[in-house]
C-alpha cells in the first residue's frame, strides 16, 4: 500500500500527460450559426454530425447572440476570442437581402482584432445558409466568403459533391459554395431531406480539410495574441476580484437596462456592510474614502458582469461615472478620490473605459456611505 502511494503521483502525471494528449489529438470544429426561425440551426445539425462522422473530430454548435426565437435561446453563445481556438469554423446564416444575417454580420465586425493578429489566418472555413425562395442565395454564400477571405481562411467549398444522389424532382439549395435551404418553398418540410443531406455531407468533408489542415496554423500565438482581448483576462492578469454581488436593500434593481445602455448606482457595500462610512475629515480620512471608492467601482463591475451575462467583452464604453462624496463644506478634491474609480475603469476596459464625468460633494450619502458612484455603460 505504501509503495502504491509513492507511485500515485507518476500514475497521476502520466494520466494528466495522456488526457491532455487524447485532447490536443481531437481536432474541434466550431459551427457558428446566426438564426431567427430555426432553419440555419436545422442545417448546422447536420453539418454537425457530418463533422462528428469521424471520431477524432468533435464539433461544437454556438451562435453569434441570443437568437430572437426562445427555441434557440439555449444554444451556447460564442465570443470572438475564442474563435483562433478551433481548428475550423463552419459558419451558418440565413439569407438576408442576397448577403449575411444582420445577426452574423454584427459579430464578424467585432473581429478586426482578429484580423490584424493574423488569428485565422490559414484556418479552414465553410459556410451554409437559410433561404427563404433562395433569391440571391449564391450571391449572400460569396459575400460571407468575403468576409472571411480578408481573414485570409482557407475557404472550403461544396462543389457538386453529393448532387447524384439528390431529390431532382423538387428545388433544392444546392450550392457550389455552400448547402443552402429553401424554407418557402412549402410543399415539403424544410430543410427538405435532400438539403439534410448535403449539409451532412459539407460537414464531413470539412472535417476532413480540418484534419489535414491541423497544426498548419499557429494556434499557440493567437491564443496569446487574444488573451490580451478578452477582459476576463484582463482581470486575473491585474488581480482584480470582483466581490459577490451586492444585495439591492430598497424597491429598486441592481441594474436597469434601456437599449443598449446599463444604468448602475452603487455605494461601498461589502460583504453586507459598508466599508470605511462617515464624512470625510470627520469619520474617515483620504485612503479610506479612496478605498471606498475602489469598493463601489468594483461593485459596479460586478453587477455590469451580471448585466452582460457573464461577458464583459460585451462592454462597448464606459459612458459616464458620477461620483458623490460625503464631505464637509469646504473640500475641494472630489476630482482625486474620483480617480480611484476612474483609473480602475480604464485600466479594466482600456480605451473603452474613458468615460464622461461628473464629481461633488454631498452633506450625507444613503446608509452612511462615503461615497456613491452613478455609471452608465454602453453594451452590445
Ligand atoms: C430581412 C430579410 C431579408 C431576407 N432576404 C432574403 C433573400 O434575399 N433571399 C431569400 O431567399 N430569403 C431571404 N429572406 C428569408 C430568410 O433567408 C429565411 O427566412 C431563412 O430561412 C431564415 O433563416 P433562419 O430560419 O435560420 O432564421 C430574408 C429574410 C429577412 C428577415
Known sequence: ???LYLFLPAILLTFTLNTTMAQEKITKILVLIY???????ELAKEVAKGIESDQNVRAVIKQTKVSVNPKLKDIPVATVEELPTYDGIAFGSPVYFGNISTGMSEFLSKTTDLWTNHALEGMPATVFMSAGSGAGNELALQSFWNSLAVHGMVLVSNGIRGYENIDKTIPQGNSVLGTTSLVSLKNIARPSESERYLAELQGKNFAKVALALKGTFSKAVTAKETKQLSINNVLKE????????PKSVGNYELFSR???????NQVSLKDGTILN????????NEAQVQEATKQTMLNIIAILKEAVGGDLDKVKKCVQLVGMFNTTADYTKHADLMNI??????????EKGKHARNTGGAYSLPVGSSVSISAIFEVE
Open 258 to 264: 434601456s437599449g443598449n445602455l446599463v444604468f448602475i
Open 35 to 41: 438564426s431567427d426561425n430555426g432553419g440555419t440551426y
Open 238 to 245: 491585474k488581480n482584480i476580484v470582483l466581490p459577490t454581488l
Open 277 to 284: 462610512p462617515g464624512k470625510l475629515g470627520i469619520d474617515v
Open 341 to 350: 474609480a476612474s483609473n480602475l475603469t480604464v485600466e479594466i476596459f482600456g
Open 1 to 3: 500500500m505504501k509503495k
